[in-house]
Every structure is written in C-alpha cells, then in structure tokens.
C-alpha cells in the first residue's frame, strides 16, 4: 500500500494535514512528516496532544483525509509530488500503539490511528 516513492515522501520535512468533517463541516490540523510511524500495511500511528476538535469530529464521522508531500521529491510532472490518504480513525490513550507512539513523542496524550483504505500520488 505504501510504494516507494510515497515512504521517500515520508521520510522529507513536510506538513501533513488531515480532514475530518461532521454536520457542522469540515475541519483541518497539521502535523509533521517526521511524526508518522508506520507499524503495519495499511495503518499510520500519529502523536497527538492537542486536535481535540479532530478528535470530536471523527467521533462522528470517523472518515478522515491526509495529505502531504514534498518538493524534493520527483512527482509525476517534475520536481515535487503530493499523496491523498482516505481513511478511517481513531484516538487511543492506552495499548501498544500509544505505548510506541509515546517512547518517541513524550509530549503525546494519545494517538490518532490511522486506517488506510487508498493512497493516491495527486502530483
């Protein structure tokens, strides 16, 4: 699920932002490319301190989407190149999830676990 080119992504300072939205509409918050771990195929664990308002819309609605991306990286028409993420999510403050996240992110109250279902290179 994530090729390549997307974990080269990754693995450059960027902003990710991720979309939650309810009845009352949408939502954004940003954090760090650094900030993502990724403990499995298609799951991507997040530190979290604040994002309450995150955390109160996907209790709603738990559909979420990220972006990132990153100039340094070769995209699809030339230097540069950017993924949608959709998927479902979920704030944790126990488990071994919070547990890793928490051994990197002392600073972090919980974690927002991320279920990918598609990733899209959109540049």
């Not at 090729?3 to 949408?26: H, L, Q, W, Y």
């Not at 699809?76 to 999510?89: D, F, R």
């Not at 944790?92 to 109250?109: H, I, M, R």
Request: with cysteine; proline share 3%; aromatic share 8%.
């Amino acid at each position: 699920m994530f090729n390549e080119n997307f974990m080269t992504v990754v693995g450059k300072e960027g902003v990710v932002s991720i979309v939650t939205c309810d009845d009352e509409g949408a939502h954004v918050v940003n954090t760090w490319n650094s900030y993502l771990a990724f403990p499995g195929e298609n799951r991507i664990l997040i530190p979290a301190f604040g994002m309450r308002k995150t955390q109160r819309k996907m209790e709603k609605n738990n559909n979420v989407l990220l972006t990132l991306g990153s100039k340094e990286v070769e995209g699809k028409m030339g230097p540069g190149t950017g993924y949608l993420i959709k998927a479902t999510g979920i704030f944790k403050n126990s488990g071994p999830e919070f547990d890793l996240v928490k051994s990197n992110f002392s600073w972090a109250n919980r974690v927002l676990e991320i279920t990918v279902s598609e990733v899209k290179q959109t540049i």
